[in-house]
């Protein structure tokens, strides 16, 4: 009876977000239909679209501002929760983001005696910051079947560049090798 219970809570928790979403939305737009003078869902559509971008531009600057500042307040106070943060940020950034950190995929050989290559992904090229300018890049080699890596410093020899979208390389790696490349 417990593992019942709980599928009906789970299941509230998919439905009631969508089911209120609709709700509102269609009330929105039969309060808009009643208030225009014109009865026409399209408009009703672009009146309540325009609404919702204004209060959410609202929103971002009277709710996100504040709390951004607050939670920056907080992990100024904390260093490790910063440096965590930060480090998921950058990640998230490089996924879904403007910048694109793993947009060169190659093939890495990590011994010069060894036929074993594996995928990877151009992270860094420009190491001045770091005093290193030999020829080397950072390369971080994924895991598969897990959103973790290794992050290492390879000299440009070592690599040979993939023609292949990153993305795919990427599925393939964390598939274990299962998913298939498209051409």
């Known amino acids: 009876m ?56 609202v929103g971002s600057k009277l709710i996100a501002s504040p709390f951004n500042a607050l939670f920056k307040k ?39 005696n060894s036929t074993i290559e594996r995928f990877g992904f151009i992270t860094n090229d420009d190491l001045e910051s770091l005093n290193i300018t030999s020829g080397k890049v950072l390369v971080y080699i994924p895991h598969s079947l897990t959103f973790s890596g290794n992050v290492f410093l390879v000299d440009k020899k070592n690599l040979t560049p993939i023609d292949t979208p990153s993305r795919d390389i990427m599925k393939l790696i964390v598939s274990g090798g299962v998913s298939e490349v498209e051409n």
Do not use: C, E
């Not at 403007?98 to 060169?104: A, H, M, P, T, V």
């Open 2 to 57: 417990k593992k019942i219970l709980n599928y009906f809570l789970q299941g509230l928790l998919y439905i009631v977000p969508i089911s209120v979403t609709i709700f509102v939305v269609v009330y929105a737009l039969n309060k808009i239909a009643d208030i225009l003078p014109i009865k026409n869902t399209f408009v009703s559509l672009i009146v309540l679209f325009t609404l919702i971008t204004i209060i959410g531009m």
């Open 74 to 112: 907080i992990l100024d106070k904390a260093p490790l929760l910063q440096t965590i943060y930060s480090s998921v940020k950058d990640l998230m950034n490089t996924f879904f983001g403007n910048k694109k950190g793993f947009d060169q995929a190659v093939l890495v050989k990590i011994y010069d």
